[in-house]
């Protein structure tokens, strides 16, 4: 049986020390998710139990206006006045004087500690709850800019905890959950090993779901369900040689641990403790020398705790085939202007029913068409000719949502001259008027005579192809009128207009 995906959605809450590359203090936060848009984050830890009170969530986006990632944002204000920012993370004042740090595990938080406990701690608990799981997280504090006052920007430290990728596949029938940490890439030298750091990790199940304030180190039922299971060496490998090429095979920096769900298993979560390693490294590679092995550190190579994340997904009940899109992006055929059209997209897999939107504001369809809920695409277009790029996400009742990025292309549909060719007749002394009417092309239109000559007292305008005035001369005139659109194209016919 093929392995389908049940991801239902990922929570993680973690603590996390003010240690930044000039022991700046902090000022704020961001946890940047790549993969995923800002509407798949269903709840921020924060608010009233943060300095930084509820976080800001933006897209950021590609040169074509494609969503890549949604960055969570918590960030102090500031006071022009005093020149200060209003909140402030300070570095862990026992880390300064050379003592080691360290936490219960999730406790940096009003209420997990008090006030004046919170302010000196040095510490802060940041949280997502997502509907699926990130292809990246990446972790940065924010100090402030001296280049430009008032405004923060990224720490070049590396943040301490990891951040966790989640998968849960459904294998014959079990459930198969496994959860990923990714080792940061060494920063400075890539022909070297990374940074390396000790990781504990703990696995609990549940068979109730999970919501974000239960991941917290002081909630019983996960702590009386929480079994330590192994210590882990945490240590990117070399991605260049040594002339800074890159390796033609990159190496796959994460430590993965995968297990088989209990079939009563509503909740998986994984509790990983951080701590620098203090011992030993190869002085040409970087690469950590241990006193044992890497999965049993001894207690002079375990140093201060950096921080503590504690991640969950949540399975759904019934095992289900992947939410997919199946409509291929370019939709075919071609619409044109002036012309109606429809379009059916179309999914499979998830929980129906099915919910389709349009995903990003700035992308729109085509003047004319719509999307409704279906997924059906229909209207007449009034748009230019040209190619239209827009997002659609597709959700099913689970709340599992895809999206993908849908291109129609218009054209412009065939110019042409619907006016007959034998004029209705004109009258000497009377006012008289005829419009050469075209259907297709792109408007604006312009209206000539290239051949011949209207009768005397009628003129051709050439914005709106009214033939109009008043005639003064008997007789039968022939001529050959030509229309041209915005785009160059053209259409010509001959005509005979009969003047009593």
Not at 13 to 28: L, M, P, S
């Amino acid at each position: 049986m093929a392995s389908t995906e049940i991801v239902f959605g990922s929570l993680s809450n973690f603590d996390v020390f003010c240690i930044t590359q000039n022991t700046e203090e902090c000022h704020g936060f961001e946890i940047e998710l790549e993969g995923i848009h800002c509407e798949d984050i269903t709840r921020t830890f924060g608010g009233a139990y943060s300095r930084y009170g509820v976080p800001n969530t933006s897209p950021v986006t590609d040169n074509q206006g494609n969503v890549t990632s949604c960055i969570v944002e918590y960030s102090s204000s500031y006071d022009s006045d005093s020149g200060t920012f209003s909140a402030t993370t300070i570095v862990p004042p026992q880390l300064l004087n050379g003592g080691r740090i360290g936490t219960n595990g999730h406790q940096c938080y009003l209420g997990g500690m008090n006030a004046a406990s919170y302010d000196s701690s040095g510490c802060e608990h940041f949280g997502v709850s997502l509907r699926k799981s990130p292809t990246k997280t990446s972790y940065y504090w924010l100090v402030a800019d001296p280049q430009n006052q008032g405004h923060l920007k990224r720490d070049q430290a590396v943040v301490g905890v990891g951040s966790v990728n989640w998968s849960a596949l459904n294998n014959g029938g079990n459930v198969v959950v496994r959860a990923e940490v990714e080792a940061p890439e060494p920063v400075f030298q890539c022909a070297k090993w990374g940074e390396a750091k000790w990781v504990k990790v703990n696995v609990t199940e549940l068979e109730i779901e999970t919501e974000l304030d239960d991941l917290l180190s002081d909630n019983q039922v996960i702590v009386e369900a929480e079994s330590e299971i192994e210590w882990k060496m945490l240590q990117a490998r070399p991605t260049c040689d040594e002339n800074g090429q890159p390796l033609v095979q990159q190496p796959e920096n994460v430590f993965a641990v995968e297990a088989v769900a209990g079939d009563s298993s509503k909740t998986v979560i994984r509790r990983y403790e951080f701590f620098e390693y203090t011992g030993e490294y190869d002085a040409e590679s970087n690469e950590v020398v241990v006193l044992v092995d890497e999965d049993s550190p001894q207690d002079s190579e375990i140093g201060n705790y950096l921080g503590s994340q504690m991640a969950a997904i949540n399975l759904r009940d019934n095992l289900v085939d992947p939410l997919t899109i199946t409509t291929a992006a370019s939709l075919e055929p071609f619409a044109s202007s002036g012309k109606a059209c429809s379009y059916s997209l179309e999914g499979s897999g998830g929980t129906a029913p099915y919910t389709w939107t349009l995903l990003n504001v700035n992308q729109n369809l085509p003047d004319g068409l719509t999307l409704d809920a279906d997924g059906t695409i229909q209207g007449t277009v009034t748009a230019q000719p040209g190619i239209y790029e827009f997002e659609v996400q597709l959700t099913d009742s689970a709340n599992a949502s895809q999206s993908r990025l849908f291109r129609v292309t218009v054209q412009a549909s065939i110019l042409k001259i619907t006016t007959k060719k034998k004029l209705p007749k004109a009258l000497v002394g009377k006012p008289y008027i005829q419009e050469i009417k075209v259907t297709g092309g792109t408007a604006p239109f312009t209206f000539s005579v290239i051949q011949g000559r209207l009768p005397s007292g009628l003129t051709l305008d050439a914005a709106t192809g009214m033939i109009q005035g008043t005639a003064t001369t008997k007789g039968k005139r022939k001529f050959k009128a030509m229309v041209k659109d915005s785009g160059g194209k053209t259409v010509k016919r001959p005509f005979i207009l009969l003047v009593k």
